[in-house]
């Protein structure tokens, strides 16, 4: 029912425009307004550039105005073991399947995930947390899967999960930041061709730098890691834009 009250919003806004356009913008407007938090100043600025980019294509701010309504059903949604903006997605017929864009059932994901964290409390316990590479995200489905199995077996995926999330298309790149920052998460998402390794931009979820404050760096060797790895809030920042794409095999825990 969510998913039809959040195309009917969709609809009613701006009705000169298609809906792939609006749904394009609202990803854009949300994900700008959220990754600000966690940018360096001169992206800062880039991204609030293009949120009001958005914002001057519409000639009735009402009909901007409404734009925080969806974005409030999606936080709403979040952790409802569901893929709420995939669905959003598959509704609206924006998934491309030429391009290899399938809607996966979260109940799918859910067995994959449950597969994936067999040895989730030993490898907590050894060190403390894991971390997920997913070279083809979409909307972060799997991705919120495994957060949720992880909670399940009485974890904060928050502080025990590092995630790097790659797609090659702006709608998934964007639905699944969105998707992930509501959740709480930590990692990055990137835009970029797995296959070729060419990364185009990425965005540092916000959850992430009380993950980096608890643990430094996720891909710090035992002779690199500080002793102490609590960096303040500006260097957990730093370290969140400078660290490096590891290497990494679909849905793989590493």
């Known amino acids: ?9 969709l609809r009613e806004i701006d009705p000169g425009k298609d809906g792939y356009t609006k749904f394009r913008d609202f990803l854009t407007m949300a994900s700008c307004a959220l990754a600000k938090k966690t940018a360096e100043p001169a992206r800062a600025e880039a991204l609030e550039e293009q949120y009001m980019q958005v ?4 000639r009735k701010k009402d009909d901007v105005r409404r734009m925080p309504e969806l974005l409030a059903m999606v936080f709403d949604q979040t952790g409802q073991r569901s893929d709420f903006l995939g ?20 109940e799918v ?3 994959i995930a ?3 964290c067999g040895d989730l409390d030993r490898s907590l316990e050894q060190k403390g947390f894991i971390t997920l590479q997913e070279p083809a995200c979409g909307a972060g489905a799997m991705l919120l899967a495994i957060a949720d199995v992880i909670e399940d077996k009485g974890h904060d995926p928050a502080s025990c999960l590092w995630i790097e999330a790659i797609d090659i298309a702006e709608l998934p790149y964007r639905m699944c930041f969105l998707q992930l920052a509501c959740r709480g998460l930590s990692g990055r998402v990137w835009r970029g061709n797995t296959l070729s390794m060419e990364m185009f931009e990425s965005f540092t979820l916000p ?7 608890k643990h430094g760096s ?17 260097s957990a920042r730093e370290t969140a834009i400078s660290l490096p794409l590891p290497d990494g095999e679909q849905m793989t825990l590493f």
Do not use: H, W
Not at 96 to 106: V, W
Not at 207 to 213: Q, W
């Open 55 to 58: 914002v001057r294509s519409y």
């Open 114 to 116: 449950e597969i994936n």
């Open 218 to 234: 996720p891909f710090a060797t035992d002779e690199s890691q500080p002793e102490s790895p609590q960096p303040p809030a500006e």
């Open 109 to 111: 994901c859910r067995l």
């Open 1 to 9: 029912m969510r998913v039809k009250a959040f195309i009917k919003i």
């Open 207 to 213: 959850g992430s730098f009380g993950f980096l404050d």
């Open 87 to 106: 669905n959003v997605a598959g509704e609206l017929g924006l998934l491309e399947g030429a391009n290899g864009q399938f809607f996966t059932p979260y």
